[in-house]
């Protein structure tokens, strides 16, 4: 049973270009949360989607960034016009059912790195 | 918002020496979750307190969640190098979507 998939698993951006992080949750699981890791410090929870829908933003930064899990294919964290303050650890998470008990289950993570 | 607080923030053992870790939330949790990350990797599911009180086993390890669901702690017993790498709780509000709140980590270091 493979885990939470996620890729790239590094990348490198300039400034002002545009990255596109990947996640496909385990088999079976149809909700996701993404969250980013600064150096040096715990995890801060991003967003959370179910298939084509977003249930909870309340961390998304309001500009440049969006996300999407779409019927088919993987979820899609996408950052516009990087800065270098997007340079993080971008991980995502998956649970079969999305309910308040439930573990979540981290992917390997993308290190982004904006030059 | 919800605020989970973790201390400390490192901690430098001898090998054999036990370690403890503590995390305090602002608010009354419905459940916590311990993770452990190696550097470089991801964070890997260790455990889930749910009761009020409760207290769980893992070999050396010993979780527990406070009366009032608002702290809890994981305790390493004679610890070993194997055991290095940076431990986070993460709590959960009886109100939220069901992201997780984490804690800042601790860092354990063992020499061996």
């Known amino acids: 049973n493979a885990g939470v998939m996620q890729n790239p698993r590094h990348l490198v951006r300039r400034r002002g270009q545009e990255a596109r992080l990947r996640c496909s949750p385990m088999k079976g699981h149809s909700h996701v949360y993404w969250y980013r890791q600064l150096p040096e410090e715990g995890l801060k929870f991003m967003v959370y989607l179910q298939k084509e829908n977003i249930i909870d933003e309340s961390g998304m930064p309001k500009e440049r960034f969006s996300a999407e899990f779409p019927k088919e294919g993987p979820s899609i964290l996408r950052i516009q016009q990087v800065v270098r303050g997007d340079s993080a650890a971008y991980f995502c998470?998956?649970?079969?059912?999305?309910?308040?008990?439930?573990?979540?289950?981290f992917g390997p993570g993308t290190r982004l790195l904006v030059l | 918002g919800q605020q989970v607080m973790q201390i400390p923030q490192y901690q430098h053992v001898q090998e054999g020496e036990d370690f403890t870790t503590y995390c305090n939330s602002s608010t009354t949790l419905s459940n916590i979750q311990w993770y452990k990350q190696r550097p470089g990797g991801h964070p890997v599911f260790l455990i889930q307190l749910v009761k009020s009180g409760e207290v769980k086993k893992q070999k050396r390890l010993t979780f527990q969640f406070g009366e009032a669901k608002k702290n809890s702690s994981l305790h390493i017993t004679a610890t070993q190098t194997t055991d290095v790498g940076t431990y986070f709780c993460a709590g959960r509000g009886s109100s939220n979507t069901g992201k997780l709140i984490f804690g800042q980590g601790t860092t354990l270091q063992v020499k061996p």
């Open positions: 998470a998956s649970s079969p059912l999305g309910v308040w008990e439930e573990t979540q289950y």
